[in-house]
């Protein structure tokens, strides 16, 4: 219920870390999992959401160039088929936020 009523612009994806592989992956929770398997949380989140799984990665991909302030990748593969992030949308109004989330100081 609440991924599906998350926008598609406030959303990032992960794999939960090492300890977490995605449901139905490996031997269940508490066995390895890896950044590679985001491709089953990002398709359990397409039939959630009723849209393609490419609709998925490209809004991720929009939304962490957002979130952490990141140019946008000119080198990686397909990343010339993602819109550039909006500075006149209203995500541009989202606070800048260090790598554990809290909000970036001023100093």
Do not use: W, Y
């Not at 959401?49 to 979130?67: H, M, P, T, Y």
């Not at 010339?80 to 989202?94: F, N, Y």
């Amino acid at each position: 219920e609440i991924a599906f009523d998350v926008p598609m612009d406030r959303f990032v994806l992960e794999s939960l870390g090492p300890r977490f592989p995605p449901a139905g992956v490996g031997d269940g929770r508490g066995s390895f999992s890896h950044p590679a398997l985001i491709t089953h949380v990002a398709a359990e989140l397409s039939a959630v959401k009723r849209v393609s799984q490419d609709e998925i990665f490209e809004a991720a991909f929009r939304n962490v160039l957002r979130l952490f302030r990141l140019p946008r990748a000119r080198a990686c593969s397909g990343a010339s088929d993602v819109p550039e992030p909006s500075e006149s949308s209203s995500d541009s109004a989202l606070p800048a936020a260090d790598m554990t989330g809290q909000p970036a100081s001023s100093d």
